[in-house]
């Protein structure tokens, strides 16, 4: 093994495995010691441990023909799946890896979500189906149950176009989540004009909005307005839904000279409600689409289990930070930090 | 350049180029040549072309720190996004391409799926939703109305409602499409009992269905009898629906003892019509998701616009052949292809 090939191999991102005509190992270069572990330089190739590389390694050596392999990571390599040509050189054979994993993730990805859309979907259409039969059959003439039949069916429709929407808004953000946005949003005013919006369906409930504001009102991110405004009626319906035992939800807004993790300096707007809250176990997953501390307590309000997957992605694409904290109890707490025009 | 360094680029798979200290082209692998195209060697790397490519070598050359960037391709390689990778080695440097196109597309795929899907769902939403306010508005009290529009909303209902279900049926097919299956089927019976179950809809329709067979009814394929239940009900269906004005479904069914693309015998099921067909050129795309001739007619027969798609993905796992043919005013014909069992 001459130092040449170690500096081609070490120049290279994915890993690979130079295998000697004596079928040992020669040289690794550092993903491949990474992922296959340290220590195997002049061990057989059989060290290498995974059945499907070594049957196809050793078939290469017999026939003197490229060979091609591919198998799920076991070990460190959990959750990966691998691609491996083992090519022969005139001496030896030199190995290579590829990394698959994404790919077959992105695939998984689409089934889980066509599953859970679907699983969505079905029980309102399964209910709408079944008040529509009972209003042209038994109910015929019922005008009582009519309306009250007429009234649930208009919440699922409505719940079902909300769903189509949060997916069509998710679909959105994720595909401009790379571009950042450049107009320049006032961010007293969106959110105070989010309250204003939200007034009216708390007040029913007894909820008041308050908001304290250490701030100018004129207050200016880069941002997407539409976009904000999302994450922040998202936040404030969730706290006045879930939380309006509470009775009050209170939005506190101010300016941080620096945000340690923003690294500058940044506005936080905090969305607090003084309901049940939830265990502190379920806050990591919060954001994953369709999950749900109370899945049945979601659809009665009329949820779609997408509201803080949006305001991750949307507070991604607008380089910000996104935390939720609750005392279970004692209310739950969302922070939303985005990064002050200097 | 020595030739153990060509020996080594040429046992990999992804494209590489070896750049000398006089920042000439001293090698590139097949893949390489492939996608950059010959005759480069001896020359600058100027003559790479890829203001992206040109810019981060340059600044390898010029910093001696590894450099990466991520670019599509254009020419030859439009479709493709590659990810790139230079390394300085003593005497120049090693460029490596990553090919990222297949996790981009699979990114844009599932954005064009989920903006398919909520379209379809978007009209249906809307549209119940308008009834609905009406029943419980200006039509409260009027039985002939309320009829009317509690038929068309089961309707659209039950529209949605397959289309949930085709969605379903669309992944768990991708997600096996790798595992062939095993079970023994019949497919003569399998076919005559889809066609007794489509009999009550073509009836009305004035449709008949003829099946000719000149293989044994207990013909045995290996099969998954649930998935080929879909095919030929897809099938079939499609031919009643649109071919209604022809009056006659013709089904036929053969044993070919050499199948060329199957490469040995096979069995041949023909579902023929005699309606208005369509123009050939939309025949590569009516396997494609929610590719549809006439949507507006689709939609009014309850169609989803999955039923081909559908039928190409179990077919492919059973690995068969699907062939369209359309005379346009002469009807269509769909044929399956199954390799028979020995
Ligand atoms: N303020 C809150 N108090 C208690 N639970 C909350 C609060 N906000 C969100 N949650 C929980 O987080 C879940 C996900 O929220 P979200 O993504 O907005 O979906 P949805 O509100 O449609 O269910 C909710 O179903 C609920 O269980
Ligand atoms: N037998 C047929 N005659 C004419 N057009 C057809 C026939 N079968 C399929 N098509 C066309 O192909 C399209 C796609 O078919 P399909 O995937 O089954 O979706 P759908 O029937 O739900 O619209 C149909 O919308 C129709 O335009
Ligand atoms: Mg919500
Ligand atoms: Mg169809």
Not at 137 to 151: H, N, P, S, V
Not at 281 to 286: K, S
Request: charge should be neutral; hydrophobic fraction near 40%; glycine fraction near 8%.
């Amino acid at each position: 093994m001459t130092t040449r090939d170690h500096q081609i191999l070490n120049a290279l991102p994915y890993p690979l495995v130079l295998l000697g005509g004596d079928q040992r190992i020669v040289a690794m270069n550092p993903p491949a010691v990474e992922r296959l572990g340290a220590g195997l330089i002049g061990r057989s190739y059989v060290s290498l441990r995974q059945p499907a590389l070594l049957d196809c390694i050793e078939q290469v050596f017999r026939t003197g023909q490229a060979g091609r392999t591919r198998y799920p990571g076991t070990g460190l390599d959990r959750d990966r799946t691998w691609s491996v040509l083992a090519a022969p050189l005139p001496e030896g054979i030199l190995v290579s890896f590829e990394d698959v994993s994404e790919l077959e993730q992105a695939g998984q990805a689409r089934r889980d979500f066509v599953a859970n859309v679907s699983h969505e979907l079905k029980t309102p259409l399964t209910a709408m189906l079944g008040f529509i039969e009972t209003l042209r059959g038994a109910a015929r003439d019922d005008a009582t149950a009519r309306e009250r039949f007429l009234g649930i069916m208009q919440r699922e429709a409505e719940r079902m176009n909300r769903l189509v929407n949060d997916l069509l808004s998710l679909s959105r953000v994720e595909s401009d989540e790379r571009m950042r946005p450049t107009a320049e949003i006032r961010l007293g005013d969106l959110v105070q004009s989010v309250i204003a919006s939200l007034r009216p369906v708390a007040e029913p409930l007894g909820v008041t909005i308050d908001i304290d504001c250490s701030v100018d009102s004129q207050t200016i991110v880069r941002g997407d307005a539409d976009q904000l405004t999302q994450v922040f009626f998202n936040l404030i319906d969730n706290a006045v839904k879930y939380g309006r035992d509470g009775k009050r939800v209170q939005v506190h807004m101010e300016r941080v000279s620096r945000d340690s993790s923003l690294r500058g300096p940044a506005y936080h707007v905090t969305v607090q409600d003084f309901g049940p809250g939830f265990d502190p176990i379920h806050i990591p997953r919060l954001t994953e689409r369709f999950y749900r501390v109370d899945s049945h307590r979601s659809r009665e309000m009329g949820g779609t289990g997408l509201g803080l997957a949006i305001v991750k992605h949307i507070v991604n694409r607008h380089r910000g930070r996104f935390r939720i904290e609750s005392t279970p109890g004692n209310g739950a707490c969302f922070t939303v930090s985005l990064p002050a025009v200097a």
